[in-house]
């Protein structure tokens, strides 16, 4: 790996990463709304109260004295206090966030595998019926609407089979015995969300795996490959897949970072107590120091994200480290 490019992607980041940071705080500041109106519910507060309220959340101050404050307050690992929940933003966020990561993982992995297995075997069979059928499969799938896809599902398997709960992580007011029984639990109301997830995903990576195989398929090295007698299964594991796989790196980061947030029709269809959910419900609250919280943690999913797909370009194609 070339230091020299390793180093310009990291300065990129952290460059963007700063950029965010100064639009995260200007940016839900500019929104319509009254926050103050959400913190004080009691129509009959003095304006004494309020003023107290505003000074304790540095809202009496000049917008440069908050924008110093938010940095300041951001380096000690505070992102200040929920309007809505009366609590520090970074415990809120910690408990919808592993509920969003699980979601988000397994509907990935589940979806880069088969994406990616029946994106290769399209291209290898390109023109036959197997194609044909992923083909009109991904494109369904891929051109479904989230929250339609998961109503249909919950219709189909939970209110018609009774086969999966249609709602929550866990079965309310459920007592566990064993925490094996939690797992399974967690499991059956998982169905669902990642069924839902993971097919519009398989749709989108086995259109991209299919065109970028074909593709590279018909390269001249592949070509020369071939007149030298190597076998069609050595052609595709050292020299064709390889490449082709350029283009899945950039939309599995892409999306990885992404769904963390945009996993919130999925969350709100299904009640999942994620990221997605807790943003729509900020959202609605002018809950700023929350929503500033979530998009600060989306932001910096992306950047990383797209930094893990550039060191891994630099890997899979050495052309690119030359040019840094």
């Known amino acids: 790996m070339n230091k020299n490019f390793l180093l310009k992607k990291i300065f990129q980041s952290i460059i963007t990463i700063f950029l965010v940071l100064i639009l995260n705080f200007f940016l839900f500041r500019v929104m319509p709304g009254n926050p103050l109106s959400m913190i004080v519910r009691n129509p009959n507060a003095s304006p004494e109260a309020i003023e107290k309220i505003k000074h304790l959340m540095g809202m009496d101050q000049p917008m440069y004295v908050q924008l110093w404050l938010y940095f300041k307050q951001l380096f000690q690992g505070d992102l200040g206090l929920s309007f809505m929940f009366k609590q520090p933003v970074i415990h809120v966020i910690g408990e919808r966030l592993f509920p969003t990561l699980l979601l988000v993982g397994v509907s990935t992995i589940a979806a880069i595998i088969v994406g990616v297995l029946l994106g290769i075997i399209a291209a290898a069979r390109q023109g036959k019926k197997i194609d044909v059928t992923s083909l009109a499969f991904s494109l369904i799938t891929y051109s479904m609407p989230t929250f339609w896809l998961g109503i249909m599902l919950v219709i189909f398997f939970s209110v018609t089979l009774n086969l999966f709960p249609t709602s929550g992580m866990v079965t309310a007011g459920m007592v566990f015995d064993t925490s094996f029984e939690k797992a399974v639990d967690v499991l059956m109301h998982l169905f669902l969300p990642v069924l839902t997830l993971s097919l519009v995903l398989i749709g989108q990576f086995v259109l991209i795996m299919r065109n970028s195989l074909i593709e590279v398929l018909t390269e001249d090295y592949i070509t020369t490959a071939k007149a030298k007698g190597f076998s069609e ?12 796989m350029l283009p899945m790196v950039t939309i599995i980061a892409i999306n990885i970072g992404f769904m963390i947030a945009g996993a919130i029709q999925i969350e709100t269809v299904f009640s ?10 900020a959202l609605n609250n002018r809950d ?3 929503l500033q919280g979530i998009f600060l943690i989306v932001s910096v999913c992306v950047v990383l994200a797209n930094l893990i797909a550039d060191i891994i370009y630099g890997y899979l194609d050495p052309r690119i480290n030359n040019k840094a």
Not at 233 to 244: F, S, Y
């Open 233 to 244: 299964k050595l052609i595709m594991k050292r020299h064709a897949l390889p490449n082709a």
């Open 272 to 281: 999942w107590p994620g990221l997605g959910r807790l943003m729509y419900e």
């Open 288 to 290: 700023y120091p929350l």
